[in-house]
């Protein structure tokens, strides 16, 4: 094989993961690339975990260190150093299964944020002094710069932050995204901080390379591994129905003259509703849409190849193996149609704002008022975390949540009197949608809100309970403007935990 390491001044620090691994210290703040599964280092964690798990099973101190990375990444990261206890403090956001039951256990520190935020917080020392980042390149220039690879996320940043960088030159990764990315370095702290000059999704205002001063690298390791490349489920008949509902209220927007037809740039959350939106907006009638987003799912190259869709912005490809497979084959015409960003770009308040956004999140339950839970379960258990929702709902032109109404067999109903965690607050949710059909809460009041949520939304089992609840509400004779039993508000999900049935 070619080397993919240009630059003559670093070749000489090609290493195994192993040693590279012990260039970690306990106790290290690691900045990691990795979006969505796409773009993780995929050897020097699993070997430092192999580290981690030799030195704890000495007795002494435990080795841990703290996670920082753009997004979620896979088992190869998260998964192995979960695995043997190696994490003090995880974020901005996972959806591992191993870090999840010791976030919930309790034996895992966990902060999550908005994913737009998350670099600002490291320039301004937040999270405390970086002392080394692991990032995934595609290759290493001549001079020292770097080919990002299937996610840029928070990578720039790491790189300017930590003391010393890692590269992971990964030859699996497609020659031909190079040219694919543009990093932005014009971003700085208030009071120095200039508007981002972004009109259109589709416009270059960065670099195509990483920057990378060649005395900050300690260590490369080249490997030869995919993705996680996370099979998509065909969607189910809740999905199609969701994504009907969605369809229908875009066409009466645009009827009555409230989106244009190219609609405006679509956010579009990870998962199988957001994808299955995506499948039904490409069999409509839609030509030369554009999309501002965190996450290129399959969904997305679908759309580019019918012409449903212009072109792409996003932060990452978050592909099913079959997607991988289409867009290795046809990089040449995808790569003219899709531009990665650093996340704090990709997922920018000021231009989610400019640009008029449809966000389209799923949702784990929503309360009458429209007060939206994205990451806790039964108030308490972390699922992954609020990612880039809380970016675009808040700043979006149009914020739609979306959840079947029932989870587990329809012993929960996501429609709920209070939800028993807020992410995404009343002031951000303009439309709610379960199969059962859509609430546009847009110029409503709280009550108007709850008619409409329980009316539209709520599934039939549950229906008469949550009319029941706001009417007693109502009729309490306390504040009218968003009626509560508040000894009842979470008797809901307390009933669950307590019978297994919200019912
Ligand atoms: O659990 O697999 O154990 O059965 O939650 O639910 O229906 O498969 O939905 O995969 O679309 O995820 C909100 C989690 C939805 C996701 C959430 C249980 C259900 C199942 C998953 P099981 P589904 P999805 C940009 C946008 C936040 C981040 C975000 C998410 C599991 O959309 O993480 O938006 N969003 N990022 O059974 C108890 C309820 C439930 C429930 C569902 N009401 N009560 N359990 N479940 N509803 C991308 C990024 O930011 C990177």
Request: hydrophobic fraction near 35%; charged fraction near 25%; proline fraction near 6%.
């Amino acid at each position: 094989k070619n080397s993919r390491i240009l630059c003559p001044q670093l070749k000489h620090l090609v290493m195994s993961a192993e040693e590279a691994a012990k260039l970690i210290s306990p106790g290290a703040n690691v900045g990691m690339s990795g979006f969505t599964g796409a773009g993780y280092p995929k050897a020097v964690p699993g070997a430092l975990a192999e580290r981690i798990r030799a030195h704890n099973a000495q007795g002494g101190k435990p080795f841990r260190i703290n996670v920082l990375t753009g997004a979620s990444t896979a088992p190869e990261l998260d998964g192995k150093l979960a695995e043997v206890d190696g994490i003090e403090m995880r974020l901005p956001f996972q959806s591992d299964p191993i870090c999840r039951d010791r976030i919930n256990s309790g034996t895992m520190n966990y902060a999550d944020y908005h994913l737009s935020e998350v670099a600002q917080y490291a320039w301004s020392g937040f999270f405390g002094k970086m002392d080394i980042a692991i990032i995934e390149v595609v290759g290493i220039r001549e001079d020292g710069s770097l080919i990002p690879s299937s996610s840029l996320g928070n990578n720039k940043t790491w790189i300017e932050q930590a003391d010393k960088v890692i590269l992971e030159v990964n030859y699996k990764q497609h020659e031909r995204l190079e040219g694919m990315h543009d990093v932005y370095y014009g971003a700085a702290l208030p009071p120095h901080r200039k508007p981002i000059m972004l009109t259109e999704p589709n416009q270059r205002i960065g670099d195509l390379y990483l920057r990378c001063p060649i005395e900050k690298v300690v260590a490369i390791v080249e490997t030869n591994a995919p993705d996680r490349n996370t099979p998509f489920k065909q969607p189910d008949d809740a999905s199609r129905r969701i994504a009907e509902h969605i369809l229908a209220f875009f066409e009466r927007e645009i009827k009555i003259g409230r989106l244009p037809k190219e609609l405006l740039p679509l956010q579009s959350g990870v998962g199988n509703i957001p994808n299955a939106v995506l499948e039904a907006l490409d069999t409509g009638p839609y030509k030369n849409l554009t999309a501002y987003t965190e996450v290129i799912q399959d969904g997305m190259l679908k759309m580019l190849k019918s012409g449903t869709l212009q072109m792409a912005s996003a932060t990452a490809f978050s592909l099913s193996p079959e997607g991988l497979a289409e867009f290795d084959e046809n990089i040449e015409f995808y790569r003219e149609k899709i531009l990665l960003r650093s996340q704090d770009i990709s997922n920018h308040p000021e231009v989610a704002r400019r640009l008029g956004i449809i966000a389209t999140n799923g949702m784990i339950e929503a309360d009458i008022y429209g007060n939206v839970n994205s990451t806790h379960i039964m108030g308490t258990r972390m699922m992954n975390g609020i990612g880039g929702s809380g970016d675009f709902a808040r700043n979006g032109y149009l914020s739609i949540f979306m959840s079947p109404s029932t989870a587990k067999g329809g012993k929960i109903s996501s429609i709920v009197p209070m939800v028993s965690h807020v992410d995404h607050t009343e002031h951000d949710v303009k439309i709610i949608v379960t199969e059962q059909g859509l609430a546009d809460l847009r110029g409503l009041s709280p009550r108007q809100r709850a008619r409409s949520i329980i009316e539209n939304c709520a599934h039939p089992d549950f229906k008469d309970q949550l009319h029941d609840y706001f009417e007693r509400a109502c009729a309490s004779g306390r504040g009218m403007h968003t009626p509560h039993l508040l000894n009842e508000a979470l008797s809901w999900h307390e009933r669950f935990e307590q019978t297994g049935d919200m019912k």
